[in-house]
């Protein structure tokens, strides 16, 4: 039986469809609304998982929506409002802050049921500030995307705890199989990254764009750190985009020739099959400087059966279960994470090989997509309940 009505149509509203995980969180929720039998939409700028969401069935309504500019968002605001009543939008859900607005004086306009997902932690060192992450909690009701996140709204907002709905972001459980994952893919992985078929180090996958608050630099401290007392047992491999941040890129190349370490850490630039990517690896890390407010690269691995080293803050607490699925480290302190890979080391084969399975059997459990899906369209059939 549907959770949702026959006509059901959604819009989300999102800055780009570029790559991350509130952009894969918006694909898999227009999949699953389009499974239900409904319609789903994607206001904004575009970027390239915009082909995905309009092959599972979905449409793209294309506009400047990462657009800080106010002129920009008052016209966002029109577009959108004209949109919702063209299309008879059932439920508005916005997902990043600068297009929250427009999305939100839409919705008030065409009076419409408004949802907001609080994504991330965002900091808050003044009242305006403050007042701009506040429009993520205007809505009917605010998603959550973990129970720090949910707890961080209700504390910093002021948010009445039963408009706050915790939903962790979910992993494709059909995508993320390891039986599924041919020995071809994960061969041309290794060879486009260049780590031979024989190299027995350990390969340690450090996943995210980047950006200096995802830890590469500090990793590549740590690494220095084992270097220096002869320890080359670790191939790092850093997979992921630097989006334009040419400075902080060769900042890593730099920090990679000073130490010596070009045998040891790979910059392997974007990667399209993450599944393989993790079977290429023996470990995961996730050494985020800041807590994570989900952090989908510390539950992607073990969804693959892989153990994770991941900085003890946010919701890492949460998705790893250390001595157990994987370990927590002291956020941003190289010589505790140089100790952790070491320790990673000494577990040996059979020990981390134990640690993935039990990460795999618990991630599978808690953070599947389709549980994050169901859970998502009970909000909005919630939403027209109440506005009903």
Same mark, same amino acid.
């Given at each position: 039986?549907?959770?949702?009505?026959?006509?059901?149509?959604?819009?989300?509203?999102?800055?780009?469809?570029?790559?991350?995980?509130?952009?894969?969180?918006?694909?898999?929720?227009?999949?699953?609304?389009?499974?239900?039998?409904?319609?789903?939409?994607?206001?904004?700028?575009? *970027?390239?998982?915009?082909?995905?969401?309009?092959?599972? *069935?979905?449409?793209?309504?294309?506009?400047?929506?990462?657009?800080?500019?106010?002129?920009?968002?008052?016209?966002?605001?029109?577009?959108?409002?004209?949109?919702?009543?063209?299309?008879?939008?059932?439920?508005?859900?916005? /997902?990043?802050?600068?297009?929250?607005?427009?999305?939100?004086?839409?919705?008030?306009?065409?009076?419409?049921?408004?949802?907001?997902?609080?994504? +991330?932690?965002?900091?808050?060192?003044?009242?305006? #500030?403050?007042?701009?992450?506040?429009?993520?909690?205007?809505? &009917?009701?605010?998603?959550?995307?973990?129970?720090?996140?949910?707890?961080?709204?209700?504390?910093?907002?002021?948010?009445?705890?039963?408009?706050?709905?915790?939903?962790?972001? *979910?992993?494709?459980?059909?995508?993320?199989?390891?039986?599924?994952?041919?020995?071809?893919?994960?061969?041309?992985?290794?060879?486009?990254?260049?780590?031979? &078929?024989? %190299?027995?180090?350990?390969?340690?996958?450090?996943? +995210?764009?980047?950006? /200096?608050?995802? +830890?590469?630099?500090?990793?590549?401290?740590?690494?220095?750190?084992?270097?220096?007392?002869?320890?080359?047992?670790?191939?790092? $491999? $850093?997979?992921?985009?630097?989006?334009?941040? #040419?400075?902080? /890129?060769?900042? $890593?190349?730099?920090?990679?020739?000073?130490?010596?370490?070009? %045998?040891?850490? $790979?910059? @392997?630039?974007?990667?399209? &099959?993450?599944?393989?990517?993790?079977?290429?690896?023996?470990?995961?890390?996730?050494?985020?400087?800041?807590?994570?407010?989900?952090?989908?690269?510390?539950?992607?691995?073990?969804?693959?059966?892989?153990?994770?080293?991941?900085?003890?803050?946010?919701?890492?607490?949460?998705?790893?279960?250390?001595?157990?699925?994987?370990?927590?480290?002291?956020?941003? %302190?190289?010589?505790?994470?140089?100790?952790?890979?070491?320790?990673? @080391?000494?577990? *040996?084969?059979?020990?981390?090989?134990?640690?993935?399975?039990?990460?795999?059997?618990?991630?599978? #459990?808690?953070?599947?997509?389709?549980?994050?899906?169901?859970?998502?369209? #009970?909000?909005?059939?919630?939403?027209?309940?109440?506005?009903?």
């Amino acid at each position: 039986m549907s959770i949702l009505p026959d006509d059901f149509t959604l819009l989300q509203v999102t800055p780009e469809l570029e790559t991350g995980g509130a952009e894969q969180t918006t694909i898999d929720v227009a999949h699953g609304v389009i499974a239900e039998g409904g319609r789903a939409f994607v206001a904004t700028r575009g *970027g390239r998982m915009a082909a995905r969401l309009e092959a599972d *069935g979905g449409r793209l309504a294309q506009m400047p929506a990462q657009s800080k500019n106010p002129l920009v968002m008052l016209g966002n605001a029109a577009r959108l409002i004209d949109l919702i009543r063209r299309e008879k939008v059932s439920v508005v859900h916005a /997902r990043s802050r600068a297009p929250a607005f427009s999305a939100l004086w839409a919705a008030h306009a065409t009076k419409t049921p408004f949802v907001a997902t609080y994504h +991330g932690v965002y900091n808050a060192k003044t009242n305006l #500030k403050r007042w701009y992450n506040a429009v993520m909690t205007k809505g &009917d009701l605010v998603i959550a995307n973990s129970e720090y996140t949910r707890q961080h709204v209700i504390a910093e907002h002021g948010v009445a705890p039963e408009r706050v709905v915790a939903i962790p972001r *979910g992993v494709d459980l059909a995508r993320f199989e390891p039986g599924l994952v041919s020995a071809e893919r994960v061969r041309a992985l290794r060879e486009a990254w260049g780590v031979p &078929d024989d %190299d027995r180090r350990l390969k340690v996958l450090l996943a +995210g764009r980047l950006t /200096r608050w995802k +830890g590469q630099a500090m990793v590549i401290e740590a690494m220095a750190r084992l270097k220096a007392v002869n320890d080359q047992r670790i191939l790092l $491999l $850093l997979v992921g985009d630097d989006q334009g941040r #040419k400075g902080y /890129r060769a900042e $890593l190349e730099h920090m990679i020739a000073q130490a010596g370490l070009q %045998d040891s850490v $790979l910059l @392997c630039g974007h990667c399209d &099959d993450m599944p393989a990517a993790y079977l290429v690896a023996d470990l995961a890390i996730a050494p985020s400087l800041e807590p994570e407010a989900f952090g989908r690269t510390a539950v992607e691995p073990q969804v693959m059966g892989k153990p994770v080293i991941a900085a003890d803050h946010g919701a890492a607490r949460e998705t790893v279960a250390p001595g157990e699925t994987g370990w927590l480290v002291a956020p941003g %302190d190289p010589e505790a994470w140089a100790e952790a890979l070491n320790n990673a @080391c000494e577990a *040996g084969a059979a020990r981390r090989q134990a640690m993935g399975l039990a990460a795999r059997q618990r991630a599978r #459990k808690l953070y599947s997509v389709d549980a994050m899906v169901e859970a998502t369209l #009970k909000v909005y059939a919630r939403l027209l309940e109440t506005k009903s």
